[in-house]
């Protein structure tokens, strides 16, 4: 029934929402001010903690990514399963599209938070964040279960499922970082030449990437896991 994949979908987002939302914010701060992301935390977290930032429009608005994008997921793959449908391209479609629409919306509103004088993110800044979202997608629900049922040959599914969900979305982070890091340099510094975008992603890739990879492991790694454990056991 939908009302299970409902279920695991809005259980998983609430459980991994209070963690994203000071860790996302983080992700932007240390970007936009150039800080390692362990200062970038800390300020992040003091920030929240001592009310300089309200908690609540932030955390509604991860909630929001979170609880629609797993929720198209598990019941587009419903839909597909019960009408004998593969579920990868759909999957892949409408929670791609899903998850854009709202993480673009997230990003620009994070980024006002800590930048006053917020400009609309180019095009092409979008559109990076769009193929960004795209390998994050592929890799959380399409490619992590055919990784599921290839080592299900070898282990528990359970076990295989755990280790599958760790792995995957951390590893699609380190494709898709450089990514994220040009995004924000188009909207941040949009007349900087290729050289110093070249020299930007260098030297930010590694913090920027850890941040990504701090912030996958809720979002999608223990949180995939939830949802599939939820799902699974109707």
Do not use: W
């Amino acid at each position: 029934m939908p009302l299970y994949e409902l279920f695991s979908a809005l259980t998983s987002a609430f459980i991994v929402t209070p963690i994203m939302t000071i860790i996302d914010t983080s992700v932007i701060y240390s970007q936009i001010y150039k800080l390692n992301f362990k200062n970038s935390m800390i300020k992040t977290f003091n920030y929240y903690s001592k009310n300089k930032i309200n908690f609540k429009k932030p955390f509604n608005i991860m909630f929001l990514v979170y609880s629609s994008t797993y929720s198209t997921a598990n019941l587009t793959e419903l839909y597909c399963k019960k009408n004998n449908i593969d579920y990868n391209i759909p999957t892949l479609f409408l929670t791609s599209i899903i998850n854009i629409l709202t993480i673009g919306y997230k990003d620009k509103e994070y980024s006002k938070i800590f930048n006053n004088n917020f400009n609309q993110f180019p095009k092409s800044s979008y559109g990076l964040f769009a193929i960004r979202d795209i390998i994050t997608i592929y890799s959380c629900f399409i490619f992590k279960n055919d990784c599921i049922n290839y080592l299900s040959n070898y282990t528990q599914k359970n076990t295989a499922n755990f280790i599958s969900s760790i792995l995957i979305p951390i590893s699609a982070q380190t494709i898709s970082c450089p990514l994220h890091i040009l995004a924000i340099d188009l909207y941040k510094n949009p007349n900087s030449t290729f050289t110093q975008r070249y020299n930007i992603i260098k030297s930010m890739y590694k913090q920027v990437c850890l941040g990504r990879i701090i912030r996958v492991i809720p979002a999608f790694c223990f949180g995939g896991f939830i949802n599939d454990m939820i799902k699974n056991k109707q």
